[in-house]
């Protein structure tokens, strides 16, 4: 069982930066494939970036060379930095622990992009 819980949410400004958290209770965090999801207002949610055990990284185009994804496995959490962030950037980011067949989430936390 891994616990999810996300932090870091806010008002930014458009070309502005923020910084979410992700702190995962439980064993084995390391072995487990993070990643973050984003849902915005009447739509679907929507994959933003992933990580997996191994460090492999991979981004969704909407974000990619403005959001950087990584994780601290001494420390059980999981970072998402975005930079030059824009109005349709504006969402519920949700944190996400995969392994095989056991997918876990967090309960999100919003981020809102306007001036």
């Known amino acids: 069982q891994v616990q999810l819980v996300e932090s870091g949410g806010g008002l930014v400004q458009p070309g502005g930066s923020l910084r979410l958290s992700c702190a995962a209770s439980g064993n084995s965090f390391s072995t487990y494939v993070m990643g973050w999801y984003r849902q915005a207002p009447g739509k679907q949610r929507e994959w933003v970036a992933f990580i997996t055990s191994g460090g492999n990284i991979n981004y969704a185009d909407s974000v990619k060379g403005r959001f950087t994804i990584s994780r601290d496995n001494a420390r059980n959490i999981l970072y998402l930095q975005m930079n030059s962030v824009k109005p349709e950037d504006t969402a519920v980011y949700y944190c996400?622990?995969?392994?095989?067949?056991?997918?876990?989430w967090g309960q999100g936390t919003q981020v809102t992009v306007s001036s």
């Open positions: 996400n622990a995969n392994k095989l067949a056991r997918v876990y």
